[in-house]
């Protein structure tokens, strides 16, 4: 493999969780290489919040001040393509990217985040990140007593129900289909005047991606400003998985405090390791598995 083929680290995904990992790692003079496909899963939402100095930014606009800083050290590559490949080599591991090219590294980085997997209904993909929404905590405020729906079942929905009625007294969780809650919990949401709504959902009514009704199979129109929504997901990149890693029950990257799989020499960060979805969480676990690398080669050399 060409020389210039060769780095320290390569980093999956170059959105906010890997160009935090980045940079700590370009400040402690890495090679690093950043593949990045450019399809970050926020790439609908208008407003980024919750995340200091950044509050109401739009994600776009963070990841390339983000971009911009990381990429004044001199010893950080990009590379705009899609990872496709990987493999365990005696003195590191080697990522495949569709073009053909082979790159080798001591160390990986997988920030690449999760894929959401959206279901069968009208309009839902469209006001994703807009309107349908994942959390009251990056979103929630600007919705805040408004009439809104929740899209979930079971201990899903009660959770976000229980979170969302801190910020709006009109809360009805739509199941989309047969409720299943226990006793206890239809008991609950009957104490906090939640009703269940069990008729199948086909169509969520919007302009450019803000909702105003959504429609029942039985032709029932409910008229809400926002609505949650609790979807499955698959990891963004299947590398991980054919180089071993595991994954928790949720179906993220299993990683321990620093941010390590269960694959020596192989860390996670960010969405795909984590079930709190923000950027805020992202930089921070990003910023331990860079810190974490680093120590790791330190450790290898001096040790």
Known sequence: MKSDHLFDVIIIGGSYAG?????SLGRSLRRVLIIDSGLPCNRQTPHSHNFLTQDGKTPEEIAEISKEQVAKYPTIRFYDGKAIDGRKTEVGFEISVADGEKFGAKKLIFASGIKDIMPDIKGFSECWGISVIHCPYCHGYEFRKEKTGIIANGDKAVHIASL????????????????LFTTEQLAKLERNKIPVIETEITEIVHENGHLSSVISKDGTTTDFTTVYAAIPFVQHSDIPEKLGCALTESGHLQTDVMQKTNIPGVFACGDSASMMRSVSNAVTTGNIAGAMVNMELVNEKFG
């Open 164 to 179: 969302v009625s801190n910020l709006t007294e009109d809360v009805s969780i739509l199941t989309s289909g047969k409720a």
């Open 19 to 23: 160009l935090s990992a980045a940079m």
